[in-house]
């Protein structure tokens, strides 16, 4: 598979990969690093946010 | 300094003035006689160092993010889907709004590191919506999406209740 870089596109056989999650109330998230001799060439990351902001209304009596 | 997640404050008095229309266009009197007018929602990115809160009135180019391939102002949002209302009870309700479709930045490198996204009204003057936060994040050459929640009475993105 092609994996865009900072070098062009690789093969990722010739790329260390490296990934992990977070998840917790306010997000998930999901990120991919490419890693080509120590150097950092390709990070993606996809967040699906959890959180939602409320605004609480209220209406005053006569 | 930081980001703070938080419906701006200036939102909420702009919506009993009708400056928003989010969503499906209904209104035709406020922009055109003769036709609905969609609002176009934008979303921008802002760095870990940016002080975008409650009290954000407006889209600023002050602590975005900025590298390859990122424009400022960020993305367009695709707004297709009218805000929802459901009664809970004969006092109480919500009435809900997410965007229809993920927020997607493409073939980016965002290297100073950012963790708030600011959505806004690019049709109303880039008059502020609401501020969401996420971790930390960087992207190398490659891609950052933000997916919405389910568009629900309790997980939409934006949510106006009574109690």
Redesign the interface.
């Known amino acids: 598979m092609l994996v865009t870089t900072t070098k062009g596109d690789m093969d990722d056989s010739l790329l260390e990969k490296r990934n992990g999650t977070v998840d917790n109330d306010n997000e998930l998230t999901t990120w991919v690093e490419y890693w080509l001799e120590g150097e950092l060439v390709h990070r993606s990351a996809h967040v699906t946010l959890k959180k939602t902001v409320t605004l609480t209304s209220s209406v005053a009596s006569f | 300094m930081a980001n703070t ?3 701006c404050t200036s939102f ?1 008095s702009q919506l009993m003035l009708g400056e928003h229309q989010l969503g499906t266009a209904t209104l035709v009197s406020r922009t055109s006689l003769t036709a609905p007018t969609t609002d176009t929602l934008k979303a921008a990115l802002y760095l870990t160092t940016a002080t975008i809160n409650a009290a954000t009135t407006v889209y600023t180019v002050t602590g975005e993010v900025s590298g390859t391939n990122y424009t400022a102002g960020g993305v367009t949002v695709t707004n297709a889907t009218a805000p929802a209302s459901t009664n809970t009870s004969a006092t109480a309700g919500v009435a ?1 709004f997410t965007p229809s479709a993920s927020l997607t930045f493409t ?1 980016v ?1 965002l290297s100073t590191a950012f963790d708030c996204v600011l959505l806004y009204n690019s049709t109303q003057s880039n008059k502020a919506i ?6 930390s ?13 389910a568009n629900t009475t ?10």
Request: positive net charge; proline residues 3%.
């Open positions: 997640q938080s419906m909420m809900f073939t490198t609401s501020v969401h936060t996420f971790g994040q960087t992207v190398t050459a490659g891609s950052f999406s933000l997916t919405m929640p309790s997980a939409a993105l934006i949510r106006l209740a009574t109690t």
